[in-house]
């Protein structure tokens, strides 16, 4: 509009000067021919539509005019007055700003978010205290401001914690177990015990027998107490009321200061991370293989344990597996290598 308005003025500067060289008696018949062109328009039914440089212009020009030569312009004498009290009015009328303070910037407000979601006993003080850390200073008046408009409650309302949260919490300490069975190619039974932390959801130990009887069990219990070595981090160990896991197994894990936990009578959902195991190691590999003997189903699991802890992505771990594992940088992908396992079953992808 700025512009618009000084190019009016500037193409009328021009005309002006070139209209004082003019004879007079020429531009009183361009006057008269002007004022009949405009009492031919005015018989038109459609009102002219004028943009704001063209209001400003008017507005402007009508105070160089007599009154009386007002009413041979394009609009009203009372439409060009408020025009001009427009402009008047826009030119000593200040930036409006809305009162108190300004609002949050959206990066702090997400962060505010973040921090009341992931520490539910946090309270409004506690909040400012951990931004003020990070160099980020805000008033308690603001966390409470934006936590309620996101719904949050304060902190004694946020505390309630879920079976999902309550166990996530707890999984860092507890290890499970329990077994499956794989029928070779001549009908024998093998037996499989295998070890999973809950948190990182990494398969610790894994053995197989054909007769799991009592003493081998309780010896796997302690070979897998061995590898964990001083610096063990479990507390808890779950497994089901299967006799094979018999009161030396116990107590190999309770001198360690593992307390053992047992799943109440045909609850396999109170053991789900190890049955979900067993449903994953079917699916990727023993579904599609045929077993002959122990010690190739030995061979098999030492494979697939290796891939499936550094290599196979996971879902509850963000598609990354257990073991976790450096991503790829994004000019490396054109050229691949592809690593074969167990003949060509399992397919593992690099960069070459």
């Known amino acids: 509009m700025l512009w618009a308005f000084v190019y009016l003025i500037g193409r009328n500067l021009f005309a002006l000067v070139w209209l004082l060289a003019r004879p007079r008696r020429s531009k ?4 008269l021919l002007l004022r009949h062109e405009l009492a031919v328009l005015r018989r038109q039914s459609a009102r002219p539509r004028l943009t ?4 400003a212009l008017f507005a402007a020009l009508s105070r160089a005019v007599p009154r009386t030569a007002w009413t041979n312009l394009a609009v009203k004498p009372d439409t060009a007055l408020r025009w001009h ?19 949050l910037e959206r990066s702090r407000r997400e962060l505010i978010l973040r921090l009341a979601r992931e520490n539910p006993h946090w309270g409004y003080k506690w909040i400012v205290g951990e931004l003020k850390g990070l160099g980020i200073s ?7 401001k934006v936590l309620l408009a ?14 999902r949260g309550f166990l996530q919490a707890q999984a860092a300490s507890v ?25 990182t959801r990494r398969i610790e130990y894994v053995a197989c027998s054909s007769n799991p009887d009592g003493r081998w069990v309780a010896q796997q219990a302690r070979n897998l107490v061995m590898q964990f070595g001083d610096g063990q981090p479990f507390r808890f160990l779950i497994h089901d009321r299967d006799a094979k896991f018999s009161h030396a197994f116990d107590e190999v894990f309770r001198s360690e200061g593992i307390k053992v936990i047992r799943t109440p009578v045909q609850a396999p959902n109170a ?12 699916t990727d590999c023993l579904d599609r293989i045929l077993i002959v003997g122990r010690h190739q189903l030995e061979h098999v699991l030492r494979i697939y344990r290796c891939h499936y802890n550094e290599h196979r992505p996971h879902r509850a771990l963000g598609l990354v597996p257990p073991n976790g594992r450096e ?26």
């Open 138 to 144: 805000v008033s308690a008046t603001s966390v409470r």
């Open 175 to 199: 290890l499970a177990c329990d077994f499956l069975t794989v029928e070779t190619a001549f009908l024998q039974r093998i037996y499989v015990l295998f070890f999973i932390s809950l948190a």
């Open 271 to 282: 053991n789900a991370y190890a049955e979900r195991w067993v449903r994953t190691l079917r």
């Open 85 to 103: 009290r427009q402009l008047v009015a826009r030119r000593w009328t200040y930036p409006h700003r809305k009162a108190g303070r300004p609002p």
């Open 327 to 352: 991503p790829t940088r994004p000019n490396a992908t054109d050229h691949l290598r592809r690593r074969d396992l167990l003949g060509g079953l399992i397919h593992e992808y690099e960069a070459a």
């Open 28 to 31: 009183e018949f361009e006057i």
């Open 150 to 163: 996101a719904g949050l409650q304060p902190a004694p309302g946020r505390m309630h914690s879920s079976w």
């Open 52 to 55: 704001r440089a063209d209001r």
